[in-house]
Structure formats: structure tokens, C-alpha cells
């Protein structure tokens, strides 16, 4: 299996861009997590789907922030208009159990 | 809000010590704790642990949960300097796979 795959890997973007980050679980896991991390703020949890459906969202800082998945194997993180706080590293994970798989992770600079 | 805090926050050895990492957690609905390992890459599962007292076991690492206390350790014996990572804490409540809240992580650090 591939694992989590996503993309890009890494991301430099001006301030009021938007910016999409995509995702692909592994296949057959049904939960899909979209994580930031950073220095100060380590990772943290911003919107987890099952089946599709987005269960909890609370962690999504702002309205500029959503997220889609379409079908069980994509998922869409956007930040539209981008600000330089949200400079961090944007982590995907599925799981099929409690165990949850990560993938490599999108580095986003925004300038 | 869930917490989860870890100590210490960064520790330097020697290759060949044992080495003891902590976390403590307060959640409402406790499900299960887990460790990750995170070097310059993506967090990778070492253990889940949900039960009381009993120990998870992987090669030279071991970790142990206690419910009533509301920690977990994580040991490490004969450190390597591949053992050189950022270890995380992170504990589920609610139902199913649900999100996870970690701690903000121990850096090891493993000298030859």
C-alpha cells in the first residue's frame, strides 16, 4: 500500500492567496484527519470526516478555512484568503481503528 | 478541553542509557492513548493503549498506561542514536476513530 499521499509536498504562497491542499487516504479506511503543526502550537486537530461526512470541525480556526471530501478517496483542505500565521505543516491521516496513518505532509510558507 | 502534557520537553543521553518519557492527560470520555514517533517526516504508530497496567512491548521500547493516575510513560532501554526523534503523546475520547489531542512532544535527543 502507498500509504497517506499528499500534495504538494511543499507549498510558497502569497499573503490573500488561496491555497488548496489535497489529500488521498489509504485505501479501505473509512476516517480521514486533516492536522496542522507548529513550533509553538504542536499539532492539532482541525476537521476529521467519516464515510465523507465531516463528524467534527472545531478545530478549523476560521471561515477562511474548509474542507471537502468528495468521495473515499480525496480530500481537499482550503484556505482562501491565506495570511502568514498560517505558516505550518498540514498533515492528512486515515485510519481505519483508533490507529491512526499519516501522511508526509504539505510544508506551507505564506509570504 | 482535553490536555495532554508531556515531560520533558527535550532530553539529551548517551547511547546504550534507558531513557523514560512522560505523559499526562486530562479528557473527558477516555478512549485510548497513543505514541507516535516523529522524525523530520510524519508521526509513525508505536503503541495504543487502553487498559490499565498492562505493557505494550516493541523491541527495546515498552510503555504502560495508568487509568486512575492518568498517565503513561514511554521507555526506551539501550538508546540508539536512530532513537534520536520527537516522541508524541496523544490521547482519543469520544466514540470511534475520533480526532486525537496530542501533547506537544519530548525531543530526544541520542549522542554517540
Known amino acids: 500500500d502507498a500509504g497517506v499521499i499528499q500534495s504538494p509536498r511543499h507549498e510558497v504562497t502569497e499573503m490573500g492567496q488561496e491555497v488548496t491542499l489535497r489529500c488521498k487516504p489509504i485505501s479501505g479506511h473509512d476516517y480521514l484527519f486533516w492536522y496542522r503543526q507548529t513550533m509553538m502550537r504542536g499539532l492539532e486537530l482541525l476537521i476529521y470526516?467519516?464515510?465523507?461526512?465531516?463528524?467534527?470541525d472545531s478545530g478549523m480556526p476560521e471561515d477562511r478555512f474548509s474542507a471537502k471530501m468528495p468521495n473515499a478517496s480525496f480530500s481537499t483542505l482550503k484556505i482562501q484568503p491565506s495570511e502568514p500565521r498560517d505558516s505550518a505543516v498540514y498533515f492528512c491521516?486515515?485510519?481505519?481503528?483508533?490507529?491512526?496513518?499519516f501522511g508526509p505532509g504539505t510544508r506551507l510558507t505564506v509570504t | 478541553e482535553d490536555k495532554v502534557v508531556q515531560s520533558p520537553l527535550s532530553l539529551v543521553v548517551h547511547e546504550g542509557d534507558t531513557v523514560t518519557l512522560n505523559c499526562s492527560y486530562e479528557v473527558t470520555n477516555f478512549r485510548s492513548l497513543l505514541w507516535y514517533k516523529q522524525e523530520k517526516k510524519a508521526p509513525t504508530f508505536l503503541f495504543m493503549l487502553?487498559?490499565?497496567?498492562i505493557e505494550k512491548k516493541s523491541g527495546r521500547l515498552s510503555s504502560i498506561l495508568d487509568k486512575k493516575e492518568l498517565f503513561s510513560i514511554l521507555n526506551i532501554t539501550a538508546t540508539q542514536t536512530g532513537d534520536s526523534a520527537v516522541y508524541l503523546c496523544a490521547v482519543s475520547s469520544g466514540g470511534g476513530a475520533d480526532g486525537l489531542t496530542f501533547g506537544k512532544g519530548t525531543h530526544l535527543i541520542i549522542q554517540p
Open positions: 487502553t487498559s490499565s497496567g
Open positions: 491521516a486515515s485510519s481505519l481503528t483508533r490507529e491512526q496513518y
Open positions: 470526516f467519516n464515510n465523507n461526512v465531516p463528524i467534527d
